[in-house]
């Protein structure tokens, strides 16, 4: 392990993959043990445009005695190389092998029996896929905590269904095409602390307007999603928590700061039981897309929540969040659901 760009105590280690057509490839696992060593452990998977710099998730899971550690995926954050696309993939398996060494390093390395895999937006639909293809070959996670899991376009069904499957039919042939898609830069504003947020990261990694959506990555999405709805057979204990509503508009409204600026939560709740027999469904109200970094009151519940799940399905709890903790980081610095076409 190398010192990370957020100082002691983290930490982190590069994973060497194979090369893809853009040239090498590596992911970063960030670490920041517990205290005193208890066996178990965390992983935080982080959304699209984006990475790990939320330390006071990490904070709260450490003061519990689990360890923690982050990825930063390939081409993405601490991982995005200057010859790449900042946060491609052709397809959501791209991402098993650096989740696969991830969880040999914490299991096998450092000693970790029990490991929790937390995933926020894209990263809680990578976290499920992977875990319902590793089911069977001992690197599963124990639990999954997902944290407003991407698993339906937040868009109107034409959109999101015949008009979306026309657009990545041509995904084989000019993958890295932009989408005419772009981001919203509301909840961009909502959470930074440069403009209405409270959080500081790197905007060179995590911009207000995003990365473009291009069409591979969006045909990898869609195919993670259709397999979802599908069915999963994940057999682990699953958190999901999502906010109470969207926010819809392309303008700014304090109306952002107490809801989904990103994706329809409604689509989480409906899909939620297509992942396994043993799935919790938590509303935060005044729940934004990332929960961990909504206003308070809100954040507190999110973890309030997180610890009674704990107690349910494991020895002990992360003691409380330290209210009003703020982060800062620089960059060198058929389950009942009715199926949907």
Same mark, same amino acid.
């Given at each position: 392990?190398?010192?990370? $760009?957020?100082?002691? !105590?983290?930490?982190?280690?590069?994973? =060497?993959?194979? !090369?893809? &057509? =853009?040239?090498?490839?590596?992911?970063?696992?960030?670490?920041?043990?517990?205290?005193?060593? *208890?066996?178990? #452990?965390?992983?935080? %998977?982080?959304?699209?445009?984006?990475?790990?710099?939320?330390?006071?998730? #990490?904070?709260?899971?450490?003061?519990?005695?689990? &360890?923690?550690?982050?990825?930063?995926?390939?081409?993405?954050?601490?991982?995005?190389?200057?010859? +790449?696309?900042?946060?491609?993939?052709?397809?959501?398996?791209?991402?098993?092998?650096?989740?696969?060494?991830?969880?040999?390093? $914490?299991?096998?390395?450092?000693?970790?029996?029990?490991?929790?895999?937390?995933?926020?937006?894209?990263?809680? %639909?990578?976290?499920?896929?992977?875990?319902?293809?590793?089911?069977? +070959?001992? %690197?599963?996670? &124990?639990?999954?905590?997902?944290?407003?899991?991407?698993?339906?376009?937040?868009?109107?069904?034409?959109?999101?269904?015949?008009?979306?499957?026309?657009?990545?039919?041509?995904?084989?042939?000019?993958?890295?095409?932009?989408?005419?898609?772009?981001?919203?830069?509301?909840?961009?504003? *909502?959470?930074?602390?440069?403009?209405?947020?409270?959080?500081?990261?790197?905007?060179?990694?995590?911009?207000?307007?995003?990365?473009?959506?291009?069409? @591979?990555?969006?045909?990898?999405?869609?195919?993670?999603?259709?397999?979802?709805?599908?069915?999963?057979? $994940?057999?682990?204990?699953?958190?999901?928590?999502?906010?109470?509503?969207?926010?819809?508009?392309?303008?700014?409204? &304090?109306?952002?700061?107490?809801?989904?600026?990103? %994706?329809?939560?409604?689509?989480?709740?409906?899909?939620?039981?297509?992942?396994?027999?043993?799935?919790?469904?938590?509303?935060?109200?005044?729940?934004?897309?990332?929960?961990?970094?909504?206003?308070?009151?809100?954040?507190?519940?999110?973890?309030?929540?997180?610890?009674?799940?704990?107690?349910?399905?494991?020895?002990?709890?992360?003691?409380?969040?330290? !209210?009003?903790?703020?982060?800062?980081?620089?960059? !060198?610095?058929?389950? @009942?659901?009715?199926?949907?076409?």
């Amino acid at each position: 392990m190398q010192p990370d $760009i957020l100082g002691p !105590p983290y930490e982190q280690q590069v994973i =060497e993959l194979d !090369p893809d &057509d =853009e040239g090498p490839v590596v992911a970063t696992l960030i670490r920041r043990r517990a205290d005193r060593p *208890s066996g178990r #452990a965390v992983l935080y %998977l982080h959304g699209f445009v984006d990475y790990f710099f939320q330390t006071h998730l #990490a904070d709260h899971f450490v003061r519990g005695g689990w &360890d923690f550690y982050a990825l930063d995926l390939r081409k993405y954050g601490r991982s995005l190389l200057p010859h +790449q696309t900042p946060n491609f993939c052709r397809d959501i398996s791209d991402y098993f092998p650096e989740l696969d060494a991830a969880a040999r390093i $914490i299991r096998e390395q450092d000693g970790n029996e029990t490991l929790l895999v937390n995933g926020h937006s894209t990263g809680g %639909l990578i976290a499920s896929i992977w875990a319902h293809a590793r089911a069977d +070959q001992g %690197l599963a996670p &124990d639990g999954l905590f997902l944290n407003s899991p991407f698993f339906d376009i937040n868009a109107p069904w034409l959109m999101r269904r015949p008009v979306a499957a026309a657009v990545c039919r041509v995904a084989a042939r000019t993958p890295y095409r932009v989408v005419r898609v772009g981001l919203s830069h509301v909840y961009g504003q *909502s959470v930074h602390a440069s403009h209405r947020g409270e959080w500081n990261y790197d905007l060179a990694w995590k911009p207000l307007g995003g990365f473009p959506v291009r069409v @591979g990555w969006l045909t990898a999405i869609r195919r993670a999603q259709k397999q979802l709805r599908h069915g999963l057979h $994940i057999s682990a204990p699953i958190l999901l928590a999502c906010s109470t509503r969207s926010f819809r508009s392309l303008r700014w409204h &304090d109306a952002a700061t107490l809801a989904d600026a990103v %994706l329809d939560v409604e689509h989480m709740a409906r899909w939620a039981p297509r992942l396994g027999r043993h799935v919790t469904l938590v509303r935060i109200d005044g729940g934004m897309h990332d929960l961990t970094l909504s206003r308070q009151p809100a954040r507190d519940q999110v973890f309030s929540e997180l610890d009674r799940w704990l107690r349910a399905y494991f020895t002990s709890e992360p003691a409380g969040p330290d !209210p009003g903790q703020r982060v800062s980081a620089e960059r !060198p610095a058929s389950r @009942g659901v009715p199926e949907e076409g």
